[in-house]
C-alpha cells in the first residue's frame, strides 16, 4: 500500500465515498439522458456501493474499510427512509462529532476498556501515598473511577482530547465526590515525567508515536501499561494475556533505567 494512503486512510476513504456519490449521479443523469432509464433510488445506492468497493479495493485499503466504505452508503439510504425530522440527525450528528470528531487526527475511537481491566490494572499500582496514575485518553472516565476509588493513596488523572466524554468523566468525579482530575488535552502536548503508572487504550495508529513519548519522558522504573495494542516494530512480548476468558491482552513495561522498555513479569502482580 502505498505510505500516504497507509497514514490517511480516514481521509482516502471519505474522498472515496464523495468520488462514488458524484459518479453515480452523473452515471444516472447521463443514462436518463441517453438510454431514457432513470435509476430508482434504490439502484442507485447499489451503483454507490459498488464504486466505493471497487475503489477501497483498487486502492489496498485494509479489508474492514471495504465493510465501512459499503455500509456506510447504505445506512444512509435506510436512515434516509425513515424521514425522521432533520434535527433528529443534525443532533446525532453533532453528539457523534463531540465524541468521535477528533478520529479524523487521532485514529483512537472512544470505545471503555472492561472493568475486568481495571481491576487487574489496580494490582500494578504500588503502595505509597506518592504514586501517581495517568489515564491517556480517559474516555468517560471509568478506568480513573475505579482507581480512584480503590486506591486513595494514588493521584489519579485523566486526560481526552473529545470534549463529550470528557464533561462526562468530570461531571461523574464532581458529583460522586471520587478525587481524580479529569483535564481536556491532547495527552501529545502533556510531560509523562511525573507519573508511575500510565495506562493507555489507544489503537495501533498511536503506538509508535506513545513509544517515543515514553522513552524520552517516563522515569526509570515507571509502568507503561497497554491495553489490546502492542508496540509496533518492537520486539515487545505480552506479559499478562486475558484469552482464556476471551478477552484482549494486556501488555505491560517497566522503563529501564537507559530509557528502554523492559516486560515486566506477569506472575509479579497477579
Ligand atoms: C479506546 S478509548 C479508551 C477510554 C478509556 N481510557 C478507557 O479505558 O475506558 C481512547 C480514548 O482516547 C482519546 N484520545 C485519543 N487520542 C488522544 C490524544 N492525543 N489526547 C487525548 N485523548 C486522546 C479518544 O478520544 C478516546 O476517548
Same mark, same amino acid.
Given at each position: 500500500m502505498n505510505k500516504t494512503i497507509a497514514? +490517511?486512510?480516514?481521509?482516502i476513504s471519505l474522498l472515496i465515498l464523495l468520488c462514488g456519490w458524484l459518479i453515480s449521479r452523473v452515471l444516472s443523469i447521463a443514462t436518463v439522458? $441517453? &438510454?431514457? &432509464?432513470?435509476? =430508482?433510488? %434504490?439502484m442507485l445506492v447499489w451503483c454507490q $456501493? =459498488?464504486?466505493a468497493v471497487a475503489m477501497t479495493f483498487c486502492l489496498s485499503l485494509p479489508s474492514w474499510w471495504l465493510i465501512i466504505n459499503a455500509a456506510f452508503p447504505t445506512a444512509v439510504f435506510y436512515a434516509m427512509a425513515l424521514n425522521w425530522p432533520p434535527i433528529v440527525f443534525m443532533v446525532g450528528l453533532l453528539v457523534l462529532l463531540l465524541i468521535y470528531g477528533a478520529v479524523f487526527l487521532t485514529r483512537v475511537p472512544y470505545h471503555? *476498556?472492561?472493568s475486568k481491566v481495571h481491576a487487574l490494572v489496580e494490582k500494578l499500582v504500588p503502595e505509597g501515598s506518592d504514586q501517581q496514575f495517568l489515564d491517556l485518553g480517559s474516555g468517560m472516565g471509568g478506568m480513573c473511577l475505579h482507581l480512584a476509588v480503590r486506591r486513595p493513596d494514588c493521584k489519579v488523572f485523566g486526560i481526552e482530547m473529545a470534549p463529550l466524554p470528557w464533561l462526562v468523566s468530570w461531571l461523574r468525579a464532581r458529583y460522586s465526590f471520587i478525587p481524580c482530575e479529569f483535564v481536556r488535552g491532547d495527552y501529545q502536548n502533556h510531560s509523562l515525567q511525573?507519573? *508511575? $503508572?500510565?495506562?493507555?487504550?489507544l489503537s495501533p495508529a498511536a503506538m509508535s508515536a506513545l513509544w517515543e513519548k515514553a522513552c524520552l519522558e517516563m522515569k526509570p522504573g515507571a509502568l507503561l501499561v497497554s491495553y489490546e495494542f502492542g508496540i &509496533? %516494530?518492537? *520486539?515487545?512480548?505480552p506479559t499478562y494475556s486475558t484469552n482464556k476468558t476471551g478477552a484482549a491482552p494486556l501488555y505491560v513495561w517497566?522503563? %529501564? +533505567?537507559? +530509557?528502554?522498555l523492559t516486560p515486566m513479569r506477569s506472575n509479579t502482580w497477579r
Open positions: 497514514a +490517511s486512510p480516514q481521509w439522458d $441517453v &438510454l431514457g &432509464l432513470d435509476f =430508482s433510488p %434504490g $456501493v =459498488s464504486l471503555p *476498556s472492561p511525573n507519573y *508511575s $503508572v500510565i495506562f493507555a487504550y &509496533l %516494530g518492537q *520486539s515487545i512480548m517497566r522503563m %529501564g +533505567s537507559n +530509557s528502554v
